[in-house]
């Protein structure tokens, strides 16, 4: 596509647009049975655009090429801008000369040969099976990778490109004694030599294991850990409460609440879009990535703006914005949410208590109020001896349950977007038997 023509197009047609190209590369490997049984490939290269007429802001996009696809593309923008209000907020980002260098892109991963890459997955899956004899069968064994290349130019003078890999290895192991039961888990990294597939395999075994002769637990309030993954299901949550676009239409519970203490004083909140799996230089916007502060010793400090909820609030954007590809038009989000971890492991030293690994319907969750009713599987901790429960329900408030965290671990793990440690938290309440 000759770039130059669709920017004087769109030029000449808009009081101002924004040009977003994407560019991603995906393969995906399958094993069963320590065996390729599958590979797919797909690749896809698209072009949205934004224009502003008259304050009139319209949203168009194709997967084509050549000069037809300049002209389809600007005029479903054009055919828009009757039916679409006018909007005194609408803009795009101001030019940007400096983004932070960041170490995200693999280019030696992406020219590994392919049976390199099933080798490392029939490693896993071999180190699953090879564990333990109670492990009856594998499901779900994928190796992930993504090539992904981002370009955007607005009538402001941006410019912004940039590109990066992304690797994810997954695997399901189900194990069978009196009872049968599973555990799923995954990792990522921008590197495939980062990924250590043997040690991910045979710990995903042994947690499997780990959970043979679950039983109920008594219903009551017990004080115990959350796993970094239930922690980052927690978090993920409550994530919905900092953004300005739910500030603007009060969905959150943290508004008029700033320098107020909202959670644990040893809570620290970050947001940064230079960590987590969604980390790169800049957002959809082609604002640079950097690190926002949301939470501070248990006092909320900010909301976190894209351009359009800057403008309603006369604030920056803090780098919020979120593309979910060239079919969906950008939107507020978090990008790299995280607590921050703490000094030490937690986990080996909890002898009485609970220690809670999963958390199921998160979905189900109140992302306004933070009220859940979850259902969880884990361990029972007494006099330090260990025993695997599942069937329980742990319910309360997000905002309260964060009031009572305790101390926090050192073993902070991004899951998507975003990341916990490992959290003591007091008053846990339980429904079991």
């Known amino acids: 596509m000759d770039y130059e023509k669709l920017k004087d197009r769109a030029g000449k047609t808009f009081d101002g647009y924004e040009l977003f190209f994407l560019k991603e590369k995906l393969k995906k490997y399958e094993t069963k049975d320590a065996q390729l049984c599958g590979v797919e490939i797909k690749e896809e290269e698209g072009i949205a655009l934004r224009g502003i007429k008259d304050k009139r802001l ?8 050549g000069d037809s696809a300049i002209e389809a593309l600007i005029e479903n923008g054009v055919t828009l801008l009757p039916y679409v209000e006018e909007d005194e907020n609408a803009g795009f980002s101001e030019e940007y000369k400096d ?20 080798d490392i997955l029939i490693g896993m899956e071999k180190a699953i099976i090879d564990f333990d004899k109670k492990i009856v069968v594998t499901r779900n064994c994928e190796l ?28 399901m192991a189900v194990a069978k004694d009196k009872d049968e039961v599973s555990w799923y888990d995954w990792i990522w990294s921008n590197r495939l030599n980062e990924i250590d597939a043997r040690t991910f395999g045979t710990h995903t075994a ?18 115990g850990i959350l796993s ?15 953004l300005s676009e739910n500030l603007y239409k009060d969905k959150t519970m943290l508004k008029d609440r700033r320098e107020t203490k909202c959670f644990s004083e040893i809570i620290n909140i970050k947001d940064s879009g230079m960590h987590g799996m969604d980390s790169f230089p800049f957002d959809g916007e082609g604002v640079p990535s950097f690190e926002n502060i949301v939470v501070e010793n248990g006092y909320f400090n900010t909301f976190l703006y894209d351009n359009y909820y800057g403008r309603k609030y006369n604030l920056p954007s803090t780098g919020n914005c979120e593309r979910g590809g ?23 030293e909890l002898t009485n208590g609970l220690i809670i690994e999963e958390l199921m319907g998160t979905h189900t969750a109140n992302t306004v109020t933070g009220d859940f009713s979850l259902g969880a599987i884990g361990y029972l901790c007494k006099n330090g001896s260990k025993k695997p429960f599942k069937g329980v329900i742990i319910s309360g408030n997000i905002f309260e349950m964060l009031n009572n965290v305790k ?24 429904s079991g038997k």
């Open 407 to 430: 101390e926090i671990g050192n073993d902070l793990r991004f899951y998507g977007t975003c990341g916990s440690p490992s959290l003591y938290i007091e008053g846990l309440k339980i």
């Open 99 to 118: 983004y932070p260098s960041m170490s995200i892109y693999d280019s030696k991963g992406l020219e590994i040969d392919d049976m390199y890459k099933v």
């Open 58 to 65: 319209v949203f168009s996009y194709t997967y084509d090429r």
């Open 228 to 242: 970094p993954q239930a922690s980052s299901d927690i978090l993920g949550i409550l994530s919905d409460s900092f």
């Open 144 to 171: 992930q990778e993504a090539e992904i290349q981002v370009k955007i130019i607005n009538s402001n003078g941006l410019n912004a490109e940039s590109r990066k890999t992304l690797y994810m290895l997954s695997a």
């Open 206 to 223: 042994q947690k499997t294991i780990s959970f043979l002769s679950s039983e109920q637990i008594e219903t009551g309030a017990y004080d």
């Open 326 to 348: 060239v079919k969906e038009p950008p939107r507020c989000a978090t990008r790299g949410f995280f607590i921050e971890k703490g000094m030490r492991d937690i986990k080996d």
